[in-house]
């Protein structure tokens, strides 16, 4: 497990696509399990360890997950995740340019929890909900595009579904489009950096999480651009 950031209230690791955060249907051992028995051992304590989930990740994504030590910093960083009081990077590998460089989208979202999917509208839907999203092309390779996201609402599979939406299905991900699958099951999608003021010191912190290192891709990618979230 790669710890990116821990004090005595935070901890934040670099999750890899196969990774759950929170433990759901398949029995799966959980991130947040794994992190308690990190500190558990690490600081040799006894009992029960309290580590609080402010947020998730879709299990084929990868990149940065915060978590709370603390009862104090869980309630404060829920209260920053639900009002948006911070600021999330995500990049996006996709095999079609965008239709603009910089773009903002806005979009009505409904999800079908049978399909455990999410169906974008243009225009408003009964139980649909408003969406917004910021994109900046930053970088390309030979045959894809690098995008970074800059979430203002966060949806179920708000990414996902929005960028298929104008016709830029996420590398490896069939559920939304994209003709072909990962050699490792996941999706180039990358939850890069997060800012936001500490919880409890209140001085700015700025986490970046670095892209999966057996990805050659995801790894032409951040050499050559890894800058640009600075």
């Known amino acids: 497990m790669e710890v990116i950031y821990e004090d005595n209230h935070l901890i934040a690791v670099n999750k890899t ?8 249907k398949t029995g799966d051992k959980p991130l947040s ?8 051992v690490k600081y040799a304590k ?3 360890v309290f580590v609080g989930v402010t947020h998730r990740l879709d299990r084929p994504v990868s990149g940065l997950v ?3 030590k603390t009862s104090k910093a869980l309630e404060r960083l829920n209260e920053m995740f639900r009002t948006h009081n ?8 996709v095999k079609n340019r965008p239709p603009e460089e910089e773009m903002t989208l806005t979009h009505y979202l409904l999800r079908n929890e049978k399909q455990n999917k999410t169906y974008v ?6 139980g649909a909900k408003l969406s917004t999203l910021s994109l900046k092309l930053i970088g390309r390779s030979e045959n894809y595009y690098l995008l970074e996201i800059n979430l203002q609402t966060g949806r179920h599979h708000q990414i996902r579904a929005q960028l298929a939406h104008i016709g830029c299905p996420i590398k490896g991900d069939l559920k939304y489009g994209f003709p072909r699958s990962n050699k490792d099951g996941g999706i180039s999608l990358h939850a890069r950096s997060l800012k936001f003021k500490h919880p ?12 999966p290192n057996k990805d050659n891709l995801w790894k032409e990618f951040e050499q050559q651009f890894g800058n640009t979230t600075n």
């Open 46 to 48: 006894p009992g029960n």
């Open 66 to 68: 915060l978590f709370a």
């Open 200 to 211: 409890v010191s209140k001085e700015n912190i700025e986490l970046v999480a670095t892209v």
């Open 121 to 126: 509208y243009n225009n408003p839907k009964n």
């Open 86 to 93: 911070l600021t999330k990077k995500y990049w996006a590998i």
């Open 17 to 24: 696509c196969s990774e759950i955060v929170q433990g759901d």
């Open 33 to 40: 399990e794994l992190v308690k028995e990190f500190i558990k």
